[in-house]
């Protein structure tokens, strides 16, 4: 029964065996990646890693070579037109015509999209003011026309939001805005699958990431569990009165590295738990003046799985382990 249970729910995003091949080259191999209603997550990777092909299978732009995509429930390639109204896509390169005011943009895709929507609540809603969605679009910023496209993959209170560089042009107080309204959009339930190459807004914005590398979807985590399989858990840095270098820290079972840098040492543990053992024989061997404790950023861990290495510490051998 419980079985059955779970194969009813519904993803906003769920691929299996995804895989396309351009003559010789495999863009995406074998990817089973799920994203769930109303989470927020991060698709990432490298450049050609696979990440726009994808996507373009996603909406059926492209056809798979194997395997499947399902996109709020229906197949993507087998039932496109169940699938385009209830999704708002902002894409990577986009056209405006600027002699149209952002207004008429939002009435034009209101009614490509037939739906019952009002283009100054959108207008709010994206933080564009009432007056300059009635400017022609041609003198836009970068970052007024990113809003306006947003806006327009608002129309019609999408299910699912497919974004790619949203905080593409935007200012530092535009990129808060806009994930302040990405949250927003996620409370009321719909699912935001964005592609980012900001790692740290990535970081601040998603519930969960995909890292894509040559195809392959090598991590599906939250953040923090990536930090736990790669062992990347936590870093401390201990300023010190004097750099003791007879100390060998890295015997310590658990400490898997030690930097020095401005009178500073920084350890990094596979184990977390070895942290104060590391104080108390630094402290026996020279004055501690500050202790600090960091965590790998998401810019480590993306490298850890991209660079080509193994991650520092345990690294997941397949898809189906790193999933959360
Ligand atoms: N139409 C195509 N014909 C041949 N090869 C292609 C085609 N589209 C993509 N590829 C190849 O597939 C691989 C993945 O490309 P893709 O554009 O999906 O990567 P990406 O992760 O989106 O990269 P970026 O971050 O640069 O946009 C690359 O090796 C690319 O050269």
Redesign the pocket.
């Given at each position: 029964m419980w079985v059955a249970c779970e194969t009813l729910s519904m993803a906003a995003i769920r691929t299996q065996s995804l895989t396309k091949r351009?003559g010789d080259?495999v863009?995406v191999r074998d990817v089973n990646l799920t994203v769930e209603e109303g989470e927020i997550f991060g698709f990432l990777?490298p450049?050609?890693?696979?990440?726009?092909?994808t996507i373009n299978m996603l909406l059926d732009f492209m056809r798979p070579s194997e395997g499947t995509a399902e996109v709020l429930g229906h197949d993507a390639q087998k039932e496109p037109r169940a699938i385009r109204n209830r999704i708002g896509i902002l894409p990577g390169g986009y056209d405006l015509y600027d002699r149209l005011t952002a207004r008429e943009h939002l009435e034009f895709a209101i009614d490509a999209k037939n739906a019952d929507a009002d283009p100054s609540e959108l207008i709010d809603r994206v933080g564009l003011s009432q007056e300059d969605a009635d400017r022609k679009v041609g003198g836009y910023s970068k970052g007024m026309a990113q809003r306006l496209v947003l806006a327009s993959a608002l129309v019609g209170d999408p299910d699912l939001l497919i974004l790619d560089e949203p905080s593409s042009g935007l200012d530092p107080h535009g990129i808060r805005e806009m994930r302040e309204l990405i949250r927003g959009e996620a409370d009321r339930g719909t699912a935001v699958f964005f592609s980012s190459h900001i790692l740290s807004e990535v970081e601040a914005a998603c519930d969960r990431v995909g890292i894509?590398n040559n195809g392959r979807l090598v991590a599906e985590n939250t953040v923090e569990g990536l930090r736990e399989l790669t062992g990347a858990s936590s870093q401390l840095i201990l300023k010190v009165g004097r750099v003791p270098t007879e100390l060998d820290l890295t015997s310590i079972e658990g400490v898997s590295g030690v930097s020095v840098d401005d009178s500073a040492l920084r350890v990094s543990f596979s184990d977390p738990g070895k942290k104060a053992q590391v104080v108390k024989r630094v402290d026996a061997a020279t004055r501690i003046t500050d202790i600090k404790s960091e965590q790998a950023s998401l810019e480590e861990l993306f490298d850890s799985y991209t660079r080509g290495e193994e991650p520092t510490g345990r690294k997941p051998e397949s898809p189906a382990e790193v999933s959360a």
């Open positions: 351009f080259v863009a990777g450049n050609g890693a696979g990440k726009s092909t894509m």
